[in-house]
């Protein structure tokens, strides 16, 4: 996998998270030296869904593939 061929969705997302958690959390300054966890936390979940989403959809072609050999 060729992380370059993605390089546009990730500069989308961390745009539109760093904004989302810059105008909803508070106390950013005194939370600096953990805010990198809390952001890991958000990516794993971004990255098991959208896993998730690649395997169901890999899944399901399998099986339309698979049916029109009966």
Do not use: F, H, P
């Amino acid at each position: 996998m060729e992380k370059d061929a993605y390089q546009k969705i990730i500069d989308e997302v961390s745009k539109k998270l760093a904004g989302e958690i810059l105008s909803k959390e508070r106390n950013l300054a005194q939370r600096a030296m953990t805010i990198d966890r809390d952001i890991a936390d958000i990516i794993k979940d971004v990255g098991l869904k959208t896993c998730k989403q690649v395997i169901e959809e890999t899944r399901d072609e399998i099986v339309k593939k698979n049916a029109g050999k009966d």
